[in-house]
């Protein structure tokens, strides 16, 4: 297993384990349907919602601007910031897909980062590779590297010690700031409150320091009531950082007496989404519990995926809110195993989606013919290998769909060297590459002995 299947091996299974011991334990399960149907009402009544939220939030000092297109929503913080120069930022997944980031520093600004993962991935110029964990497929070495070549340390690959210089770095950067942006998980309407939780509690200090705070949420983020909220608050944590409650819970009614605060409510496609035949997609509350159990993920990594939204859902929110050929390309990544479907607490059929919205996907344009044909000619069969299901903890029943078609040259480079490093695989009298795909059935740690065994060919 190459070092960066390690890092993720490691983390998503670490999480998938300590979830299903706390869903278990909590009874987590159980509150799952409750969730599910006060979620898709809100995205129902949206419109309504919005309009409560936004009266009441206006009368309590809180500005809010309604964003049709990500251009939209960038120029009207970029306007509001006016001359500020610093800015701190809290993790958000919306303002990755804004690019709200990149936007501010080639004006000139200093935007930094304060999530732990979200500031390390910014000093290494890289973009979140999961959800929650967006520097997940790194190793502390990794980050002791990066620390010790830009900022002249000599820190250990310790993670206690790596952790300590980030605080140490960022405190700074509170106290310097004019301008704090933060994401919100939910917004309700009312009382009409945003509602935003994290572990570092630097969205706390990004939201009350600076003189001027930008909320920036999606138009999906919608609820109806904080009482209706509790249950996929609980849902959330539990599915994202395998916590009952995480760390840090905020809520935001009115700017403190020295602030001006905004809230941004970005649509950008995400109306189409709640109007659409896929509108179950809509319910995803980004917790990235698909993408700890997702085998391709496992593999590849959510670079590979694209820049914002990764896995089977990903392809979905793409759809929507990004590119189609982006969208295009993450669809064929997904084997519609569905092995994601029983760990999403929104309940979402994600492996359905998918292949429905693959249905209006030609095979990828930038394959060649002769691997266009090979696509459309593998394993449209239904079948089960009893062999490679009994060897799996997940049984999982194979639906009759095309097989994903070919990936880009972000696989070309990780099909052999992921799974079976070069070395070891090609043997000094060995004049042959061997490529073995045992399906969503297998799990990393059951190759050893046929990786063994293909060696020894």
Not at 74 to 91: C, D, L, M
Not at 167 to 194: M, Q, S, W, Y
Not at 394 to 411: A, M, Y
Not at 425 to 447: K, M, Q
Request: net charge positive; charged share 25%.
């Amino acid at each position: 297993m190459s070092k960066f299947n390690e890092n993720v091996f490691k983390a998503t299974n670490l999480t998938v384990r300590k979830r299903e011991k706390l869903f278990r334990e909590r009874g987590l399960d159980a509150l799952r349907d409750a969730a599910v149907a006060k979620r898709t009402l809100s995205i129902e009544n949206a419109e309504t919602l919005w309009k409560i939220a936004a009266k009441q939030f206006n009368r309590n000092g809180i500005e809010v601007f309604f964003a049709e297109t990500v251009s939209a929503g960038n120029e009207f913080i970029s306007e509001h910031i006016g001359n500020a120069k610093r800015i701190v930022k809290g993790k958000s997944l919306t303002t990755e897909e804004m690019e709200l980031r990149q936007i501010l520093e080639r004006e000139g600004r200093e935007v930094v980062e304060t999530d732990l993962g979200e500031w390390i991935i910014q000093q290494r110029k890289e973009l979140p590779s999961h959800f929650t964990a967006p520097a997940i497929h790194l190793s502390a070495k990794d980050v002791a590297e990066m620390i010790n070549c830009q900022f002249g340390e000599t820190l250990p690959a310790d993670a206690h010690a790596l952790t300590a210089f980030a605080r140490r770095h960022l405190r700074e950067k509170f106290k310097e700031a004019d301008v704090g942006i933060i994401g919100a998980n939910a917004v309700c309407a009312n009382p009409a409150t945003v509602l935003s939780v994290s572990n570092e509690g630097n969205v706390s200090l990004s939201a009350r320091l600076p003189e001027k705070l930008f909320i920036v949420t999606g138009w999906d983020r919608i609820y109806d009531s904080i009482e209706g909220l509790e249950g996929v608050q609980r849902l959330l944590s539990g599915s994202a950082t395998a916590q009952e409650y995480t760390s840090y819970v905020d809520f935001f009614r009115k700017p403190l007496p020295h602030q001006k605060a905004y809230l941004v409510v970005l649509d950008n496609g995400r109306k189409n989404l709640m109007e659409s035949r896929f509108s179950e997609g809509a319910r995803c509350i980004r917790c990235g519990a698909c993408l700890n159990i997702c085998p391709v993920y496992e593999e590849v990594g959510g670079h590979t995926f694209g820049k914002v939204y990764h896995g089977g859902i990903g392809a979905l929110l793409t759809e929507f809110t990004g590119e189609n050929r982006d969208a295009a390309a993450i669809a064929s990544y997904c084997l519609r195993c569905k092995t994601c479907e029983p760990s999403c607490p929104m309940g979402i059929p994600i492996a359905d989606l998918v292949a429905g919205l693959s249905e209006s996907y030609p095979l990828p344009f930038y394959l060649s013919l002769p691997l266009r044909m090979m696509g459309r000619g593998w394993s449209r069969s239904r079948g089960r290998n009893g062999a490679s299901e009994s060897a799996s903890e997940r049984k999982k029943g194979v639906e009759k769909c095309r097989f994903p078609s070919l990936s880009d040259q972000n696989t070309e480079h990780r099909t052999l060297n992921t799974s079976f490093p070069h070395p070891s695989l090609l043997t000094h009298h060995s004049s042959h590459s061997v490529a073995v795909f045992l399906g969503c059935a297998f799990r990393t740690p059951l190759l050893k002995k046929e990786r063994k065994a293909i060696e020894e060919m």
